[in-house]
């Protein structure tokens, strides 16, 4: 099973209270070590990158199935629930929330020899998968929580979360490595969310003639020509799909960073989008020169295809997978009855596990 995707969640205000973070720690690290010792740390991972079984481990942990907590919350119980025990299971947590999620790169390399591979791909991972939802996919969510899981071999899932202030809805979007063949082109191998809408979307497959003629607009024109193309746009009718791209580009602060990717001369989108400093009010203004001077279209289509991981019960977007969604309910039932718990904290996991998947039926 290999699905990543995308959840939308409404925003919940406070924070988990200190008696039930650790009762979360102590459950979460539970759950991870049966799941690891069953089947292998890449199983875990493929677990998480799971948008269904994701939310039901949250439920298990102790938090209501719509609430955007549960997401940061679920991620920092693991985090502290595995701490000390990375080595033996080979598997690391770094990130989290705010700015704790900008010290990724030093957490990851501050495994070191524990990791059979080079800490940088690593670190390169969790960067594109962060700049690929906050750039090259522009739904409207800013993202605040980025939690990055990764094993010893170089196995890795990303868990990150993004907020919007007009519709007050998270979006939380999974990423699986091993799905993962190109970071600019349908990265997600599947994309769930209720809420839908319009979205500026560089790594949709239709996008594929944008994303060749974006690095083209940088390398061969002149930034002072770039700059003086972005204030005409601004005086023009442009038709309406491009109400995103042209309402708040500011050309004379873009004239810097359009100056420093010239001189960089990028060779592909992958390339340029790995660029420091190239954020998502660039790229929206290279979208519409590349499709001004060169004709190539964007996709607007937003990246959420399916309503839920497995399915809708009543066949929308497509039917139940009952069996994957049976085996998922079942190895969260079996790690919580062999967790090393309270006998009173294991039934009432079960009985939260057991509310959060018969949910509307």
């Known amino acids: 099973m290999q699905r990543t995707g995308v959840a939308n969640l409404p925003l919940h205000g406070g924070k988990a209270p200190a008696w039930l973070f650790q009762r979360m720690v102590r459950l979460s690290r539970e759950i991870a070590v049966v799941v690891v010792e069953d089947y292998g740390p890449d199983e875990l991972l493929r677990r998480l990158s799971d948008p269904f079984w994701f939310q039901a481990f949250g439920c298990v942990l102790g938090f209501d199935w719509h609430s955007s907590g549960l997401t940061t919350t679920a991620c920092g119980a693991l985090k502290e629930g595995l701490r000390g025990l990375e080595r033996d299971l080979g598997v690391f947590v770094a990130g989290g929330k705010g700015g704790t999620s900008r010290k990724t790169p030093s957490e990851i390399q501050a495994a070191g020899d524990a990791l059979s591979v080079d800490a940088a791909r690593l670190v390169y991972a969790s960067r594109m998968s962060a700049k690929v939802d906050s750039a090259a ?75 060749a003629a974006i690095p083209q607009v940088v390398a061969r024109e002149k930034p002072e020509k770039l700059v003086a193309e972005l204030k005409h746009v601004q005086t023009l009718d442009l038709p309406p799909r491009h109400h995103l791209l042209a309402a708040d580009i500011h050309p004379d602060r873009l004239s810097k960073i359009l100056l420093s990717t010239y001189e960089r001369q990028p060779g592909d989108f992958e390339s340029l989008l790995a660029l420091e400093g190239v954020g998502p009010q660039t790229i929206r203004a290279l979208t519409l020169l590349a499709e001004l001077l060169h004709g190539a279209p964007v996709s607007w289509r937003d990246p959420a295809r399916y309503a839920f991981a497995h399915g809708g019960k009543d066949g929308y977007p497509f039917p139940v997978d009952r069996a994957t969604y049976d085996r998922s309910i079942e190895l969260l039932r079996t790690a919580v009855r062999r967790a090393r718990i309270e006998p009173r904290e294991k039934g009432q996991a079960m009985d939260r596990l057991e509310r959060a998947t018969t949910e509307g039926d």
């Open 137 to 211: 996919v522009q739904d409207g969510y800013q993202l605040y929580h980025h939690a990055f899981i990764f094993t010893r071999d170089g196995r890795w899932t990303v868990v990150q979360q993004g907020m919007n202030e007009t519709n007050h809805y998270a979006r939380r979007y999974h990423w699986l490595g091993e799905a993962v063949t190109d970071f600019v082109c349908e990265p997600h191998a599947a994309v769930c969310a209720d809420v839908r809408g319009e979205a500026l979307n560089l790594v949709a497959r239709e996008s594929e003639g944008a994303r």
